[in-house]
């Protein structure tokens, strides 16, 4: 029973892009950002089980999206540095602002590498830095956490600087919201 349970989440759910859609309500959100929407990826851990060929399906289900920015919170190699290339390639393709924050697999090998690739394209790649997206008048304040797994994300100088509102929180681990 073990093994096809492993067999049945390697080989075929993980094949699936399950695209949802959460409507969240945000207490002090200006009003220019109500209907804000943000696609949300995370995971793809992109390397020989899973090819860049499925990845190219779902960065371009991902397009089709009516979304206004799309956020990727790591992991997007299982590790080394061999898919740096196609992964910065097929992210670049996503088109619309673009905010990454690194997890731990991203790490397994050389992280700068794809970082620089990704940022070539157009990516942001954010490593305990702030964004301000704007959007008329309004302000909205993106941080991004880098990867607590190994020991590089910093919570306090993610948000150093922070002024009251709303701020969305970017990172890996989720295991950093308890203490944000």
């Known amino acids: 029973v073990a093994l096809l349970a492993l067999g049945w989440g390697a080989f075929v759910t ?51 999206l009516p979304v206004d920015l ?52 157009g990516v942001r790649v954010l490593r305990n830095e702030r964004v301000v997206v704007e959007r008329g008048k309004a302000n909205l304040l993106v941080a991004g956490m880098d990867d607590v797994w190994t020991r590089r994300g910093d919570l306090a100088t993610t948000l150093r600087g922070r002024e009251q509102g709303v701020t969305v929180l970017l990172a890996h681990d989720p295991a950093v919201f308890d203490e944000a």
């Open 14 to 64: 993980c094949r699936r892009l399950r695209v949802r859609e959460i409507n969240i309500s945000v207490s002090g959100l200006p009003s220019e950002f109500v209907g804000y929407r943000i696609a949300h990826l995370s995971d793809l851990h992109v390397g020989s089980l899973t090819p860049p060929t499925w990845v190219a399906r779902w960065v371009d289900r991902v397009r089709e």
């Open 70 to 121: 799309t956020v990727i919170t790591g992991d997007l190699v299982t590790s080394g540095v061999a898919f740096h290339e196609p992964i910065a390639e097929l992210v670049g393709r996503l088109g619309r602002p673009v905010l990454f924050v690194p997890g731990n697999h991203d790490y397994f090998g050389e992280g700068r590498p794809l970082f620089d690739r990704l940022e070539e394209r």
